[in-house]
């Protein structure tokens, strides 16, 4: 089966550097999303990785390991507007899209 | 240039009802994909359009159909509801079949 795995959900302070994590076992590989998720609103896109290493976009960056099936999104210089879901996204060999479950991050002040 | 449009925004339907929830996708993408997000979890999905042709499809039953018009605007029926049918439906467009995808705001159904 196909099978995406992030923590529920995570805290860190304003100011800080927090890392998600995502472990992903899927029928092919053909890239990996992050997705930033306010409550009550859609899925907005913050990164892609389909080649190993990491990829810098500002305060985010993610990393992608393919021999190992794991990523992480790096955060840095947490805002208390990062609270929020993010959710970890492969497609697979079909070009669609496997969801994890999100990773709700609570930034304290 | 416009992004993802969903109508309607919310939906209160009772059991048994049909409904239709529409998708206008992103000037000059011809690929729309819809999702299905009940609280706290990630989206499951549900089809996928390319070209007014469907593309893949996951593990919901035939209740659940699609569309996509030559505007590669797009519609999700859901036929006889059911309580677990509520949720957040998610329409997401991209250029083609293996891009990335950018979502509608959703349409949030409650089944009663």
């Known amino acids: 089966g196909q099978n995406i795995d992030q923590p529920t959900e995570m805290t860190a302070t304003e100011g800080a550097i927090v890392q998600i994590n995502c472990t992903y076992q899927t029928s092919g590989f053909n890239g990996l999303f992050w997705y930033q998720q306010h409550a009550g609103e859609a899925p907005t896109f913050l990164s892609y990785n389909v080649l190993d290493g990491l990829e810098e976009k500002g305060r985010f960056s993610s990393f992608l390991s393919r021999s190992k099936g794991y990523s992480y999104l790096l955060l840095k210089e947490l805002q208390m507007k990062d609270s929020a879901s993010y959710l970890c996204?492969?497609?697979?060999?079909?070009?669609?899209?496997?969801w994890g479950a999100g990773t709700k991050l609570i930034i304290k002040p | 240039e416009t992004g993802v449009t969903q109508s309607p925004t919310h939906l209160i339907k009772t059991r048994g009802q049909q409904v239709t929830l529409r998708c206008s996708s992103q000037s000059g993408h011809n690929t729309v994909s819809w999702y299905q997000q009940a609280l706290g979890q990630g989206p499951q999905f549900i089809f996928q359009?390319?070209?007014?042709?469907?593309?893949g499809r996951g593990n919901f039953p035939p209740r659940f159909s699609g569309l996509q018009f030559p505007n590669y605007s797009s519609e999700l029926n859901v036929n006889a509801l059911e309580l677990d049918d509520s949720a957040l439906y998610l329409c997401?467009?991209?250029?083609?079949?293996?891009?990335?995808?950018?979502f509608g705001p959703g349409t949030r159904l409650l089944v009663l």
């Open positions: 996204a492969v497609r697979d060999s079909n070009y669609q899209l496997i």
């Open positions: 997401a467009s991209s250029l083609g079949r293996g891009e990335t995808q950018y």
């Open positions: 359009y390319y070209r007014e042709e469907e593309n």
